[in-house]
């Protein structure tokens, strides 16, 4: 079935940069998502990547895919104070919904 | 994208009663989910509304407990029936605009606790 893994937590020093990886199951997934949510916030959309691509990249986010290994990372250069916040990675599933991983706390300390 | 609202944005509620949360959107959508976010987990999917036909649910979510009605293109409500303090949660709606396929925009949520 569907699953999606992530670890709970990741603690960095600002001006770092951040890797928050994720694995997948769903070999059928055609695309794969990344998203923020702050503390009290819903969920905000940061980035997605197609299934047939290996990296996209959108400023300080650069998205890692490995279809191989089902493997999928996000890399936040830079890291901020105000990119602390909860990162789900999500996969598609058939009909549209989305499945989620646990997701990831980041916490920047300054 | 879509600007999506909801209401109530939070809730406390008292045992066997019921919730109705609405969820709008600025703009006409086919697809509408449901998820519900329990504290400290992540989002799991309820159901999905889509307009002019019945909402399908999920495993482990049943029509009589999560009632939908989605009567138009920009609208749904979610109802919690008889509430449980097992259904204190963060419920959010989420829509796919059209034109942006595969983009899944979420609702700030309502967060509800049942005592």
């Known amino acids: 079935g569907e699953d999606v893994e992530q670890s709970l937590f990741l603690s960095v020093r600002e001006g770092d940069s951040s890797v928050i990886n994720c694995t997948y199951t769903?070999?059928?997934?055609?695309?794969l998502y990344w998203y923020k949510q702050e503390p009290g916030a819903g969920l905000q959309l940061l980035t997605y990547i197609f299934s047939n691509m290996d990296m996209k990249q959108d400023q300080r986010l650069t998205v890692l895919l490995n279809k191989k290994d089902k493997h999928l990372s996000l890399r936040i250069a830079d890291t901020q104070t105000g990119d602390s916040a909860i990162y789900f990675c999500a996969e598609t599933a058939p009909g549209g919904k989305l499945i989620f991983g646990q997701g990831t706390e980041l916490s920047v300390k300054p | 994208s879509a600007v999506i609202s909801q209401k109530p944005s939070r809730d406390i509620c008292q045992r066997g009663t019921s919730l109705t949360i609405q969820c709008q959107v600025d703009?006409?959508?086919?697809?509408m989910f449901w998820y519900r976010q329990q504290p400290g987990q992540s989002l799991t999917l309820i159901a999905t509304?889509?307009?002019?036909?019945?909402?399908?649910?999920e495993s482990g979510f049943v029509i009589d407990k999560f009632p939908i009605s989605r009567p138009n293109l920009t609208f749904s409500t979610l109802t919690v029936s008889n509430m449980s303090p097992e259904d204190s949660s963060i419920y959010l709606c989420s829509v796919e605009p059209p034109g942006l396929y595969n983009e899944q925009f979420f609702g700030p949520g309502t967060r509800l606790t049942v005592l």
């Open positions: 769903d070999s059928s997934s055609t695309y």
């Open positions: 703009s006409q959508v086919t697809m």
């Open positions: 509304a889509n307009q002019g036909s019945e909402a399908t649910y």
